[in-house]
């Protein structure tokens, strides 16, 4: 056999079994995805907002929070990081109108959202404490239907489903369907203690729990993704709340996107580094949540390696024989030359890429929502055969930047 | 209630492992099937090219019936020639075993034995092209596997053309003894090259042609 069939069947074989193992998951727990639990108490809780520059979101960010239906729900701290606009004025004007709302502003830009989140957990008093992004609109009863997991003391965390507001491009609607298989995906690993982040748009943390682990790191791009894994690794059980929404906004423009992956990516790394001493330790954080974190990046960027290889011999192979044939006077395509026997290596590829398309319908069947239409076929083959491949080559470009220390936000 | 359900990670593995194992052995199944196909074809021929051995052996000793010895050898020449291609599309689809690089070896070796008794039909009496083809198997070199691809297509649309004309296309790089003798006999200095009736080798696509 040569040694690039080995390869390929080596990464079948642990992509078949991510995919089996999601799959078994699912099935073995499909009756409890969106169950909530009530809370035995009124949790006291607040909600601490990161801002910089969004005076255009601000508003409705606050508005969201206050909406909400939860009784704990004590303060709505919004913290501005020495925004260039006018966010510090909205903000004040909340908070002049409303008690609940304090708004803070820090003695200088920390460049960081971890920054501002980290100043206004000084000012909490709460048994749990949350977190939400100025650009991310949590439903009125997005709360209520996470704080009923602290029930368990074992919880450090709870996280909610993140689904995308502005679906007005190509761009944004194919992100929508990512951010719904993204958060499918997270569920089924809460079933196996390996949620591996807790968002950005709403996450609550156990305030006992958040200052054992020293809040979020500063040096992290992604401080959501660290804390996470820190929680995990000092035994905090972290959950998730599929009918909990919250609805963010995400980049329309590839810049923007490309920008805000390159930063994903690059945080990912900076966690791999920090906890790599935790492999096969530290229960699911090494035996589970790493393994799996650093599998997924390399099957992919070996996928990426495989096509590129077979493709570009595959096109320079065919470019150079449509020179020569012309030179030859011979037609550059017959029919004749076309195989239609298909290798056992087709046929797992084949089956591999129908079972990822059968799991990406039942992530989007679960993902149902009343005031947006239906996610069209289109947006689905292009987010399956397009959208994905653009991952490797982000990784790719990620470790570029992570080795030459571009770090910032 | 929720709860750690961590027995899935075995059941994921097993289903892996079991979904692997029907998959191998349906690719060894196919890749079987695809073997036994062109082995049964490769006796056939086997038999016809001995049969046509010895028909050239009584020639010799009787009257010669050229046109009857120059039928037999296109006969068999495009029979061949068509299990080739075949053969060749199996061998690209065969990623498990390696079964159908052995039967390459096999053809080629009839390939050898028929142009050797094509050279002797020839010799006799010359009413027919002889074209051997010899190329590189299984070349990473994407410039010779492109120049092949062209070559095999040139000699292909030239032989639609010219009824009486045999092609044979041989690959050098198996390790057949008698087919580096021959290699030797016609200086062959690369590949892939042409030899037209034995005695004119080329190596350039471009202008060649057989009228």
Redesign the interface.
């Known amino acids: 056999m040569e040694w690039l069939t080995v390869v390929y069947l080596i990464y079948t074989f642990i992509a078949f079994y991510f995919l089996f193992l999601f799959i078994l998951t699912y099935f073995q727990n499909y009756k409890e995805i969106y169950e909530t639990i009530k809370p035995k108490k009124n949790y006291s809780l607040s909600i601490v907002v990161p801002c910089y520059n969004e005076s255009k979101n601000i508003r409705k960010n606050i508005e969201a929070l206050l909406s909400s239906n939860y009784p704990g729900l004590k303060k709505i701290i919004v913290v501005d990081d020495c925004s260039t606009d006018n966010s510090y004025d909205v903000i004040e004007s909340y908070a002049k109108k409303y008690p609940r709302v304090m708004v803070l502003q820090t003695p200088k830009n920390t460049g960081r959202a971890a920054g501002s989140k980290n100043y206004g957990v000084r000012f909490v008093k709460t048994e749990l404490i949350g977190f939400s992004d100025a650009d991310s609109f949590p439903r009125k009863d997005a709360i209520s239907k996470m704080v009923g997991f602290f029930n368990d003391e074992k919880v450090g965390g709870v996280t909610s489903r993140v689904l995308v507001g502005n679906r007005k491009n190509t761009l944004s609607k194919i992100q929508s369907i990512e951010y719904k298989i993204i958060s499918f995906t997270r569920k089924l690993l809460g079933f196996l203690d390996s949620i591996y982040v807790t968002n950005g748009p709403l996450s609550i943390y156990r305030k006992k729990a958040f200052d054992e682990v020293g809040g979020f790191d500063m040096k992290n791009l992604t401080e959501d993704i660290e804390i996470t894994w820190n929680l995990v690794s000092k035994g905090w059980k972290i959950e998730m709340a599929i009918p909990s929404k919250v609805y963010s906004t995400v980049p329309e423009k590839f810049r923007g996107w490309f920008k805000q992956r390159i930063r994903w990516n690059v945080g990912g790394i900076q966690t791999i580094k920090k906890y790599h001493k935790k492999f096969f330790r530290c229960g699911m954080l090494g035996l589970f949540i790493l393994p799996f974190f650093v599998l997924s990046w390399l099957l992919g960027i070996i996928g990426l390696f495989f096509l590129t290889y077979r493709l570009s011999r595959y096109l320079i192979v065919k470019y150079l024989v449509a020179k020569y044939s012309v030179a030859a006077n011979v037609a550059i395509l017959r029919f004749e030359d076309i195989n239609l026997n298909p290798s056992i290596l087709f046929l797992f590829g084949l089956l591999l890429f129908s079972l990822g398309f059968i799991f990406t319908l039942l992530a989007l069947a679960h993902s149902k929502e009343k005031d947006y239409e239906k996610t069209k076929i289109h947006d689905m083959f292009i987010y399956s055969l397009f959208y994905l491949l653009m991952y490797p080559p982000l990784l790719i470009i990620s470790f570029y930047k992570y080795l030459k220390k571009e770090d910032k936000w | ?2 709860r ?3 027995r ?2 075995w ?3 097993i ?2 492992v079991f ?2 194992l029907i ?2 052995l ?2 060894i199944y ?2 079987r099937g ?1 073997y036994n196909r062109i082995s049964d074809y490769s006796t056939i021929s086997e038999i016809n090219l001995l049969d046509g051995m010895i028909l050239i052996q009584l020639s010799e000793n009787r009257e010669t019936n050229c046109e009857f010895l120059k039928k037999e050898n296109i006969n068999f020449a495009n029979r061949i020639y068509e299990e080739a ?1 075949l053969l060749e ?2 061998e ?5 075993t390696e079964s159908m690089k052995i039967l390459h070896r096999k053809y080629n070796m009839l390939r050898t034995l028929s142009w050797v008794s094509n050279s002797n039909a020839l010799e006799m009496c010359g009413n027919y092209d002889l074209v051997v083809y010899l190329y590189e198997y299984e070349s990473e070199d ?2 010779v ?3 092949q ?2 070559w095999s ?2 000699l292909s ?1 030239i032989k639609k053309k010219n009824e009486d004309m045999v092609l044979l296309p041989i690959a050098v790089n198996q390790e057949l003894s008698s087919l580096n003798i021959l290699l030797e006999k016609y200086s062959i200095e690369g590949l892939p090259a042409v030899i037209v009736n034995n005695n004119e080798v080329l190596y350039n ?2 202008n ?1 042609n057989i009228n």
Not at chain 2, 92 to 96: A, D, L
């Open positions: 209630m929720l750690s359900k961590k899935v990670f059941e994921a593995l289903v892996t979904i692997f998959g191998f349906f690719g196919m890749e695809n291609r599309k199996y690209e689809s065969g990623k498990i994407l410039n596997k492109a120049t691809s062209v297509r040139k649309d696509v471009d060649f």
